[in-house]
C-alpha cells in the first residue's frame, strides 16, 4: 500500500497562490492515478482535481477550473496542486488520495483507498 503525507497549506489573501505537495512512500508511486479532495467545516468532501498515473491525464472541479493545476512527479512520488486566485469559498482542508482504479481518471471518494492526514487551507477576503 501507500503511504500519503500532505504539506504546503496555510493562510493566504484572497487573489493568492499556494501550491500543496503530497508525498507518497511505500508500494510504487506511478502504480496510482492521484487526486486531490477538500472539505469545508459542515460540508461534504468534495473533489478538486485528480491525475492519471503515466499519461499526464487531468480532471477538474467546474470550480476550480482555471485555477488549480494538479501535476505529478514519478521521479519524487510526489503530486502537486497549484492553487491560483484564491478564494475564500476555496477554505477547506485539503485531502491528497491514491486509488489503483487507473482506467480513467476518478472523481468520487469512495473510489479512493488511500488517504492523507490533510492539510488546512484558509483564504481571507
Known amino acids: 500500500q501507500v503511504q500519503l503525507v500532505e504539506s504546503g497549506g496555510g493562510l493566504v489573501q484572497a487573489g493568492g497562490s499556494l501550491r500543496l505537495s503530497c508525498a507518497a512512500s511505500g508500494r510504487t508511486f506511478s502504480t496510482y492515478n492521484m487526486g486531490w479532495f477538500r472539505q469545508a467545516p459542515g460540508k461534504e468532501r468534495e473533489f478538486v482535481a485528480g491525475i492519471s498515473r503515466s499519461d499526464g491525464t487531468t480532471l477538474y472541479a467546474d470550480s476550480v477550473k482555471g485555477r488549480f493545476t494538479i501535476s505529478r512527479d514519478n521521479a519524487k512520488n510526489t503530486v502537486y496542486l497549484q492553487m491560483n486566485s484564491l478564494k475564500p469559498e476555496d477554505t477547506a482542508f485539503y485531502y491528497c488520495?491514491?486509488?489503483?482504479?487507473?482506467?480513467?481518471?476518478?472523481?468520487?471518494?469512495?473510489?479512493?483507498?488511500?488517504w492523507g492526514q490533510g492539510t488546512q487551507v484558509t483564504v481571507s477576503s
Open positions: 488520495a491514491a486509488t489503483l482504479y487507473t482506467k480513467y481518471v476518478r472523481s468520487q471518494a469512495y473510489e479512493y483507498g488511500y
